[in-house]
């Protein structure tokens, strides 16, 4: 197994090198080696997925902690924590969030400024500024220093034609300027909204692919100049998808088709490494 030294520098270079790269996210320490089988270079982890596995809406910090640590302990991969907003609205509060991840194995880590209320659903500029720089100050003094990856969440809450791009990108150069290592706009449609972000930027962008046309391949996002590329709650939501198709047909039909399609045990196990 890689030390956590190893895995964090691994990470670094995959940043550094021409070539886009996926990050799938997982949400528990099996679907971690799955991924791992599979060649992934790097895992996030999703906050979403893991409410889905334990059938809530929404996740605590310490939930999320422990979440990190299965999966960071699961592989030889270097893993991303999904923090959401780092579960304080204070900055240094905000900040030992970062620590308590990377202590949980994780080399990345990422902070974002939606406040968790609807209502009031981003952070004030200052104010979302001076968490990131809080957190930047905790990721980089670590004995294993963290890449901190800085989010704006503007695209997902404010209509676009009030300005929301125009804010997402003056929010992410702040956030550079402070040190953040990569950026991050959930919400990116398009090829040329992701070349209006790189162009605007200059630091790694993170595109997650919830939002964009799923005919987008990798191939044109790194084309683009993103960097990573993360699907978020995707992978859980579409293991959920086929569960409830193959219940349906069970409890509608009386079907047990889809057995057909399921993965054999013998691969189970060869995928999980036993």
Known sequence: MRTQAEKATAFRALHERPDAF??????????AKVLAALGFEALATTSSGLAQMLGRGGVTRDEVIENCRAIANATDLPVNADLENCFAHEPEAAAQTIQLAAEA???????????GDRKHPI???????????AAVKVAHALPIPVVLTARAENLLHVDNDCGA????IRRLQAYAAVGADVVYAPGLRNIPEVREVVRAVNRPLNVV??????????????????????????????????FVKASRAMQ?????????????AADVRKLLGS
Do not use: C
């Open 105 to 115: 194995g994780a080399v990345g880590a990422s902070i974002e400024d939606f406040t």
């Open 22 to 31: 996926i990050i799938p996210n997982s949400w528990e320490a099996g679907t």
């Open 252 to 264: 509608e039909y009386g079907s047990f088709a889809w057995m057909r399609d399921m993965i054999g």
């Open 209 to 242: 692919t919830g939002w964009l046309d799923p005919d987008i391949t990798l191939a044109q996002l790194g084309e683009a100049g993103a960097k990573r590329i993360s699907v978020g709650g995707a992978l859980a939501r579409h293991v959920l998808a086929t």
């Open 165 to 168: 791009m125009a804010d997402t």
């Open 123 to 133: 952070y004030d500029f200052d104010h979302a500024v001076a968490r990131v720089r």
